[in-house]
């Protein structure tokens, strides 16, 4: 099977040894020695070769992939079309740094994407990663608002440098023993996290004790949560915080780094309540696996000269070609199969919880699907007893297993994730 196109087609899942097999044993332990370990490996996966929704190991033991490298492989694994614009691309030119030069498809992609945008009049800002173009955003923020503080949630995700790590607030230990974060920065309840949450919280409690809205420059909020446990928000709660940040000028950040790019049915989180932000923060499945990532701002708003912000390699070319690629394929097709299949999959998965009773939620958009247990140790357990049956999936929250699949995924393979979920859920 030397062919990708075999290996998407191939029959998955397919284990012929136990795991990790003898390669992926002898690897893991030559490598120890060197890399940090800070590096959180959830189960002992050691991929070789990848194709669709079809990752291989260096054993050759085949997975059905539903998680997408943490929502990053958007449009599937070697999809032909970004494949060829990445060659095409790198034939031409691999790097030169678009912070000083004029880069022609750095400037297509930002038009792209300031076209995309809930807003008019967009400009972009492209950066390596999603904790990057969140550090842009907050420092935009305070530039164009000449406001010291920024808002965000407990439960939140927006990244582990030092700046969004102080939004950061899904788990203690990632903030932990870091001192100092950046000031500024406090905390509300997201919408399951209580009786008063979201835009009631400001008004009653921060904004009653702690600061003036005129001290705050903005809100940073993700639509969906995604480390948090991929919670969707009731109905009405974005919408009032968006007229609450309205109201007393409040520039608001929607961080939709792993809801963003049609991973929801729609191109942006944010559409499917009508709610325009001033930013939008995207990544991950941006550029279908090669490093990218986006801060997509009102124009108005990027008043800052020549040298206030800049990166070396954000925006290199190859990776904006991929880019490119991967927004074609959104919008031509992936977005409405995302909206298809997690329809689809949504029904079945919900009627698994209706005769497995320590399947206590299913709740998401799209592609983005959150399962919640009754524990943390059983969401743990399910997430090794999925990789030893070939299915990849992660936790998230405190309790949760997340499905996010790339977005070419089929009915047929998601009714085998669900299969395999259940004989999981029953074995254990």
Request: proline share 6%; hydrophobic share 45%.
């Amino acid at each position: 099977m030397n062919d990708l196109r075999d290996l998407a087609g191939a029959a998955v899942p397919h284990l012929t040894t136990e795991l990790p097999g003898p390669r992926a044993r002898a690897l893991i332990e030559a490598e120890a020695p060197f890399v940090s370990p800070s590096l959180a490996r959830v189960y002992p996966l050691v991929p070789e070769r990848a194709a669709g929704l079809v990752i291989e190991d260096v054993d050759g033991n085949r997975f059905l992939d539903f998680n997408a490298g943490i929502a990053v492989n958007a449009t599937g694994h070697g999809h032909p079309q970004v494949l060829a614009a990445i060659e095409s691309q790198a034939r031409r030119l691999v790097h030169y740094c678009s912070t000083d030069f004029h880069v022609p498809v750095y400037g297509e992609l930002a038009r792209r994407l300031a076209e995309l945008a809930p807003f008019e009049g967009a400009k972009v800002f492209l950066a390596n990663s999603g904790t990057e173009a969140v550090e842009a955003a907050v420092k935009l923020a305070r530039w164009a608002s000449r406001r010291p503080n920024v808002i965000a949630f407990f439960g939140a995700f927006h990244g582990r440098t030092l700046g969004s790590l102080a939004l950061t607030a899904s788990k203690a230990r990632q903030r932990a023993g870091f001192g100092v974060l950046a000031p500024g920065v406090f905390h509300a309840p997201y919408a399951h996290q209580g009786e008063l949450t979201g835009a009631a919280y400001l008004e009653q409690v921060l904004f009653t004790h702690l600061m003036e809205p005129s001290d705050v420059a903005a809100v940073v909020v993700e639509p969906i949560q995604g480390e948090g446990g991929y919670v969707v928000p009731p109905a009405g709660w974005l919408p009032e915080l968006a007229e609450l940040c309205r109201r007393h000028g409040i520039l608001l950040v929607a961080d939709e780094v792993q809801s963003g790019v049609g991973r929801t049915g729609k191109m942006w989180a944010v559409e499917h309540e009508g709610v325009v932000p001033d930013m939008i923060v995207t990544g991950k499945g941006l550029a279908s696996g090669m490093p990218l990532a986006a801060l997509v701002a009102r124009g108005e708003l990027m008043t800052w000269g020549p040298g206030r912000h800049g990166s070396t390699f954000g925006g290199n070319p190859v990776a904006c070609a991929a880019a490119l690629a991967t927004l074609d394929l959104v919008e031509r097709e992936l977005a409405a199969n995302a909206a298809r299949v997690g329809e689809h999959l949504l029904g079945r998965l919900s009627e698994l919880a209706s005769r497995e009773p320590r399947l206590l939620e299913v709740r998401g958009r799209g592609l983005m699907i959150g399962l919640e247990l009754p524990s943390h140790d059983l969401a743990e357990a399910v997430e090794r007893a999925c990789f030893e049956r070939g299915l990849l999936v992660l936790t998230c929250g405190q309790r949760a297993i997340r499905l996010a699949p790339p977005l070419v995924v089929s009915i047929d393979h998601a009714d085998l994730a669900v299969e395999i979920l259940a004989e999981v859920l029953a074995g254990l």
